[in-house]
């Protein structure tokens, strides 16, 4: 691993903790969660509001769905090379019962998810720059170790 400082991919979006965190908006009045973070209007038919509470999401959720990934994305997403198929997991996050797509850790294809099995965020490198190594997160399975211990 390189000795350059860590930065997010994507300032903002997660914390940079042991035990990382997305980071979304609450709507004020009605309660609604939004990742990435809503700041202009709640999308809720039945809301008006414009005020959002910034708030840390759950870390862990279920498994909702999930697919592969076996064409290189676009710009600005910075891909490996060479490029290798990836899995991506909609992960119910637990407390807010919202569905977050993201992609699955490195090694871990769809052949190892299957729907209902409980998630955790984390934090891998995606690639290094000139000045530091961009950090993403990701969806990973949870081990039976790890659900134990909560």
């Known amino acids: 691993m390189s000795n ?7 300032e903002g979006w997660f914390t940079l903790d042991e035990q990382p965190h997305l980071i979304g908006t609450r709507c004020n009045a009605c309660g609604t969660y939004y990742f990435p ?3 202009q209007f ?6 008006d509001s414009t005020e959002f509470s910034e708030v840390k999401l759950s870390r862990t959720g279920t498994l909702w769905s999930y697919t592969n990934a076996c ?17 991506i997991a909609a992960v119910q996050l637990e407390a807010e019962q919202m569905v977050v797509l993201g992609q699955v850790v490195e090694g871990t294809g ?14 891998e490198p995606l690639h290094e720059t000139d000045d ?12 039976a170790t790890a659900s134990e211990e909560g």
């Open 71 to 87: 064409y290189k994305p676009p710009a600005p997403f910075v891909a490996a090379e060479p490029f290798e198929p990836y899995a």
């Open 37 to 39: 973070k809503q700041d």
């Open 132 to 143: 530091d190594v961009k950090i993403t997160w990701k969806w990973q399975p949870m081990s």
């Open 110 to 123: 769809v052949e190892a998810l299957k729907v209902g099995m409980p998630m955790e965020l984390v934090l």
């Open 42 to 47: 709640c999308r809720n038919p039945g809301c």
């Open 4 to 10: 350059k400082p860590s930065a997010p991919a994507i």
